[in-house]
């Protein structure tokens, strides 16, 4: 029992951050923690007496640990009390303004709720010119990256736009390199793939991109190379990602070389590559869509058109996939590529799945899903237009 309890008190104590240090020591980055180290700093900030500017600070810190952690409401319930308490505060603390903002549009675009991330986004944009050059750069690109989202090709490219002519003026070469892969991803899901795979090649050879970056564009240059038919450039770029690729997109990439070699009729390499992806697959770290796509592979030399309409669908436009990524037996296989056809409106994928009796009950069930999202989503959009139209007219005053 005493060497239980000295074990329990000697964790506590390496959990637990010193009693010396300050919260604004590591806001302001003079000193390093892990998330969970800094997460119990926060706490232990918030439990006792404090300030209200250290509150406030406690509470933006949470909000930005917990949506690292991907915990996207406990993020938006710490940096909404975050802004509520900049307000009491007897200054106005521009840049902390504008990290609370922003970050709660981060974490209410990771749950798909775009319109209000806009809202903090734009409101993350009036405070940006009081931050630095650098922050305006980042929430043009954020918002950038919602109207991608959105599916909202010419909003998407305006605000890239901006943010790269800012990292221009900065010479801020790894952001300009990014934003090459950024203005690919934003062509790509135009189904512009001739200038997708320009900029995709651009940002998979600049000097100044990270291992990521390169790694990425190479995955996405080979997806257009299989969709233009030229199976065997994309299997060669996808290999050539593989170099600068690990952890998650590792596996991806895995994914997508499977479905290249499916298309180019290559059985024994398909066997081949999913043996490597189960080896890089954790199942306690992917996400339920992924188990969907594992249960196609394994039986990949049946039902191959409904597989590949199913795989590339959710390859696209994996989130609209998410009410149905428990189905994992092969039986559902044809129903997801069906409910997702539906959804995204992919006739040419829609034309080569079977319509027996049990998809066609899943189809009329999508379809009238669809449409009360159509008229719900209409109905937000509506509603937030005005405050959206507002906050972009008082921030182009701000900038004026």
């Known amino acids: 029992m005493y060497i239980f309890l000295s074990f329990a008190i000697a964790f506590l104590l390496q959990a637990s951050p010193s009693p010396s ?69 007897d200054t106005i603390d521009h840049y902390l303004n504008w990290a609370v903002s922003n970050n709660i549009g981060d974490a209410l675009d990771n749950v798909h709720n775009y319109d209000e991330a806009l809202i903090y986004y734009y409101q993350a944009l009036q405070h940006a ?25 010419s909003s998407t490219i305006e605000h890239y736009n901006q943010a790269l002519e800012i990292y221009k003026n900065s010479r801020n070469n790894t952001r300009i390199a990014y934003m090459h892969y950024k203005f690919g991803l934003a062509y790509y899901t135009a189904d512009l793939l001739d200038t997708a795979a320009y900029y995709f090649a651009q940002s998979s050879t600049l000097q100044a991109s990270t291992n990521s970056t390169r790694g990425k564009s190479f995955n996405y240059l080979g997806m257009i190379q299989a969709e233009q038919g030229d199976y065997t450039a994309a299997y060669s770029s996808m290999t050539q990602g593989l170099q600068y690729l690990d952890g998650r997109w590792d596996y991806l990439t895995y994914l997508d070389m499977i479905e290249v070699s499916l298309k180019a009729d290559k059985p024994q390499r398909v066997d081949s590559l999913l043996s490597i992806a189960y080896t890089q697959y954790d199942s306690s770290s992917e996400s339920m869509q992924d188990h969907s796509i594992l249960s196609l592979h394994a039986d990949h030399l049946e039902g191959k058109e409904e597989y590949k309409a199913a795989l590339a669908l959710n390859k696209r436009h994996g989130h609209i996939l998410t009410t149905l990524s428990a189905q994992t037996e092969r039986a559902n296989s044809e129903a997801i590529a069906a409910y997702a056809a539906v959804i995204l409106q992919n006739h040419d994928q829609f034309k080569i799945i079977k319509k027996n009796s049990t998809q066609m009950m899943v189809l009329s069930t999508a379809a009238t899903i669809a449409f009360i999202f159509v008229i719900w989503f209409a109905y937000k959009r509506k509603k937030r237009s005005h405050q959206i139209a507002a906050i972009k007219s008082s921030v182009k005053t701000a900038l004026s």
């Open 21 to 89: 240090t300050s919260i604004f020591d590591y806001y302001n980055g003079h000193i390093s923690l892990s998330n969970d180290e800094a997460l119990a700093l926060v706490h232990h900030t918030l439990a006792n007496q404090t300030t209200a500017y250290e509150e406030t600070i406690a509470l933006y810190l949470a909000g930005y640990l917990y949506e690292n952690q991907n915990q996207n409401i406990k993020s938006i319930k710490y940096s909404l009390a975050a802004l509520e308490k900049t307000h009491t505060l």
């Open 129 to 153: 010119p009081h931050a630095g050059e650098q922050q305006i750069a980042w929430t043009h690109e954020n918002i950038g990256n919602t109207y991608r989202d959105m599916l909202d090709a």
